[in-house]
RNA sequence: CGGGGUGUAGCGCAGCCCGGUAGCGCGCCUGGUUUGGGACCAGGAUGUCGGAGGUUCGAAUCCUCUCACCCCGACCA
């Protein structure tokens, strides 16, 4: 391709919404443009690094043995009341009428179609497994898009759906995928990591998303670095710790602690570490009122909370509803005195815990010294309800954690038979009796990780994609390009032969001056550049820039066709 | 949905407090000089100042409504 048969429409300054170094640079190098909030255009040169991350999932799929189709955007409501989602689904699902007054729904995701298309073609176990997946534009109504193109309303996706006369055959399918998506992964030149993920309400033995590693990611990530243990933080179990508690050496005592209403400002003001004190959360379930507890340094894991019957589901109590019950205003409550009908809920860490300091449930007091048993009534419930911090225990044994971030691009799970026994999509087994067809799901954000691979490559000077993705291969930079036959000669010459040799190489013949063309073909990404000028050429040299490397290195003009390929080898 | 903020040329911004008929940088167009890291000189084009209404002799500026976008609201007892 040569510049000026094509479209680049680069920027020096990135509008100032954009947030994340990936977003400022995919809109200067002119990848995407914005039309509405989490919708963009895909730019040529943006939708050549899509086409190159969709077929490489699309070679990787089939050879795994799954075969493609293209459902519609477009879904009947009626699906979607079949399976109770068009109820459970919140204002996220993109809902509409037709010119009949009959509601539809843009496609967030094909549970329901692919469905319904399996249940009309498969009766009999001869007929499984299937696996059929497509490449699909999404919607959905995120309550705030942003980041670009990471967290989008209308996006690419990657979505497979297997189907399976046996639970064993669906493990083994799964496993297929778990490998797959490893494949892919590795082919798109991403540092990524497999992680055990909540599987949420569908259940089933196992759910894992694969994760870009960037510190922008939105999941924190606990991982094992003496093991293979890793899972996203709203999983990872937080043990209880090895030491029994300790025996108490003070007594409870009520100090003064006025205007200290956090425990960081508590612990401060008494000159105590921040893990001696615990800071008491109030929910309402229902109509009752919890009291949780966790180290005043840990995080309560909400998900986790969720999960508990006596709270799910579960929301914070108002201002006002802590005054009711505790007598108290916000800021200084505890559970020492606490009315036997308000359950307490510990953390695993505190229950633990002895000689501690919390809320005197009097305001501009806390107590320190307080232990369990003596001076207040053990937990009603004692469960993992924190997130993971660094350092803590790994929950298989082996060593400790470490919390690092991710950016999800990928997510496999079990469904089992959730979907087929609302839907009634069964096959008849050898003894020709019906059973309800188990299944599989495995969703890749495409769009999302043109976005990820630049948060995790790139410099001051722009994009530095992997050379699976990138848009071009190579770029050929001629300076002079209008007025020295020399490097024109030259420069066309390369150019054909590399075309020739199948690499996708960018030529820009635009004959701007060197600097902006290097600005350029820095930002948008090209892993590869040959510099073409006259001074060099007349000694038969031109120059060989790798977007990763510091200096150029001087190649005779004879040998750098072989010489670029040679690096797009290595 | 609450709290805050921003909408002025393709992009980044100033002007608004204190009303007087719109400006800067980049980009774009023309000509010339340049040509190994985003050139220089000269000339030029581009705006319903997000939209509607109001106040006023006069509104980008003041008031009301509205729309769009951004940020915060997920550690707080």
């Not at 100032?16 to 914005?34: F, N």
């Not at 991403?190 to 694969?210: K, N, Y």
């Not at 937080?238 to 006025?258: D, F, I, S």
Request: aromatic share 8%.
């Amino acid at each position: 391709m040569r510049t000026t048969q094509f479209f680049l429409a680069t920027l020096k300054e990135a509008p100032s919404d954009a947030e994340i170094v990936s977003h400022k640079l995919m809109l200067r190098a002119g990848l995407i443009k914005r039309l509405a909030g989490g919708i963009y255009s895909w730019m040529p040169l943006g939708l050549r690094i899509l086409r190159k991350v969709e077929n490489i999932i699309r070679e990787e799929m089939d050879r795994a043995g799954a075969i493609e189709l293209l459902m519609p955007a477009v879904i009947p409501a009626e699906l979607w009341q079949e399976t109770g989602r068009w109820e459970m689904y919140g204002p996220e699902l993109l809902r509409f009428k037709d010119r009949h007054q009959r509601d539809f729904v843009i496609g967030p995701t094909h549970e329901e179609v692919i469905t319904d298309v399996v249940r009309r073609e498969i009766r009999s176990y001869r007929q499984l497994p299937l696996h059929l997946y497509q490449i699909q534009t999404k919607f959905r109504d995120e309550i705030r898009p942003r980041f670009g193109v990471m967290r989008g309303r209308e996006f690419l996706m990657k979505d497979g759906y297997s189907f399976h006369a046996s639970y064993a055959d669906l493990q083994r399918e799964y496993r297929n995928m778990h490998d797959t998506y490893t494949r892919i992964f590795t082919r798109l030149g991403l540092s990524f990591r497999a992680v055990a993920a909540d599987t949420g309400s569908i259940g089933g033995t196992g759910s894992h998303e694969f994760h870009v590693l960037a510190d922008s990611g939105e999941d924190a990530i606990a991982f094992c670095a003496d093991s293979d243990y890793a899972a996203n933080v709203e999983l990872a179990e937080g043990v209880a710790p090895a030491n029994p508690r300790n025996v108490h050496t003070e007594h409870m005592k009520k100090v003064a602690t006025p205007g200290k209403t956090r425990c960081e400002d508590v612990a401060a003001l008494l000159e105590l570490p921040l893990a001696k004190t615990v800071k008491a959360i109030a929910v309402m379930h229902e109509e009752q009122f919890l009291l949780l507890l966790i180290r005043g340094d840990h995080t309560l894991n909400e998900i986790k909370a969720s999960k508990l019957p006596f709270l799910n589901p579960f929301r914070f109590a108002s201002d006002e509803e802590v005054e009711r019950f505790l007598g108290c205003r916000p800021g200084y409550i505890g559970p020492v005195g606490i009315d036997q009908g308000i359950p307490i809920v510990a953390d695993r860490t505190v229950a633990q815990m002895s000689d501690f300091v919390c809320g005197a449930n009097e305001a501009g007091y806390h107590l320190t010294g307080v232990n369990w048993s003596r001076d207040l009534r053990e937990p009603d419930h004692v469960f993992d309800i924190r997130n993971v911090v660094e350092g803590d225990s790994s929950p298989d044994g082996k060593g400790s954690l470490s919390i690092c971030r991710g950016i999800e691009v990928g997510h496999i799970f079990q469904l089992r038979t959730k979907y087929s026994e609302a839907m009634k999509a069964s096959f008849l087994d050898e003894a020709g009796q019906p059973h309800a067809m188990e299944m599989g799901c495995y969703g890749i954000g495409v769009t999302r990780i043109v976005g990820a691979a630049i948060e995790q490559n790139h410099d001051e000077r722009g994009i530095i994609f992997p050379r699976a993705i990138a848009p071009f291969e190579v770029a050929i930079a001629p300076i002079g390009y209008g007025k020295s036959q020399s490097v024109r000669d030259a420069a066309n010459t390369l150019y054909a032969e590399l075309r020739s040799a199948g690499i996708d190489v960018l030529m820009d013949d635009r004959d701007e001056r060197p600097g902006v063309m290097f600005a350029d073909l820095e930002l948008v990404g090209i892993p590869h550049r040959v510099t073409i000028g006259e001074r060099s050429l007349k000694e038969g040299m031109v120059e060989y820039q790798g977007r990763r490397e510091a200096t150029a290195a001087k190649v005779p003009l004879t040998e750098i066709c072989a010489y670029v390929r040679e690096r797009l080898r290595a």
